[in-house]
């Protein structure tokens, strides 16, 4: 049983991963992702509510119990994307999808990523950081394969979002529009062998959001 501080999305965020406890109480408000995989891993909430693996939701003053995996993003409304000091800031801090990837897609694009928090081993190992797109309406270029074997999920944190599915690479042929609040995390887009559809990611707002990744090996 742990609660870990986190300073990999710090002083934008204060994170805590929280692994095998029974109750935890939040009291300030709060975005919670339940980072289990399994239906019986629910986080439960007070009146019989629950989040979902791979899930979230946005609590205040509530006590949570069955954590068994879980990010805690305490205050997560303090990072004011309004304000452009602490924009500047962000983008001093992190690096840029392109400096991460190397990808000629993300050349140019105003996404920056902070450093990655990595937990467990072998089939239960997942990659985590935050993404922040400083304009609104940027695509992050459709693609269907990662640099490796992983299940992939997003969560929106601050702003708007959607993550598009396409029938081929082109940016017409439009299969879903997958819209995403702060506290949504979307649906999962691959099947059983891990293959994936075209897709992207696309802003809406100046928005920050949590790609979630799971290795399948």
């Not at 009146?47 to 939701?57: N, T, W």
């Not at 897609?105 to 072998?122: D, E, V």
């Not at 190992?125 to 640099?147: A, I, K, T, Y």
């Not at 929106?156 to 396409?166: A, C, D, F, N, T």
Request: net charge negative; with cysteine.
């Amino acid at each position: 049983m742990s609660i870990l501080s986190l300073d990999f999305a710090e002083p934008f965020f204060h994170i805590d991963f929280v692994e095998q406890e029974e109750s935890c109480h939040i009291a300030e408000k709060s975005m919670i992702i339940n980072l289990a995989e399994y239906e019986q891993e629910n986080i439960l909430l007070e009146g019989d509510r629950v989040i979902l693996p791979l899930k979230a939701a946005v609590v205040q003053d509530m006590t949570l119990r069955n954590l068994v995996r879980a990010f805690i993003l305490k205050d997560f409304e303090s990072c004011d994307l309004q304000n452009p000091e602490t924009v500047e800031a962000i983008q001093r801090s992190w690096k840029t999808l392109y400096e991460m990837s190397g990808l000629p897609r993300h050349k140019g694009l105003p996404y920056y990523k902070s450093p990655k928090f990595c937990i467990g081993s072998g089939n239960r190992h997942m990659e985590l950081n935050l993404c922040f797109v400083s304009e609104g309406m940027v695509p992050s270029g459709p693609h269907r394969d990662h640099d490796r074997d992983f299940d992939e999920v997003h969560a929106q944190i601050l702003g708007y979002g959607m993550m598009r599915v396409y029938e081929y690479e082109d940016n017409e042929h439009i299969h879903q529009e997958l819209n995403m609040a702060p506290g949504i995390v979307h649906d999962k887009m691959y099947d059983s062998e891990g293959k994936y559809p075209w897709h992207e990611y696309k802003s809406v707002t100046p928005c920050v959001y949590c790609p979630i990744e799971l290795d399948r090996h």
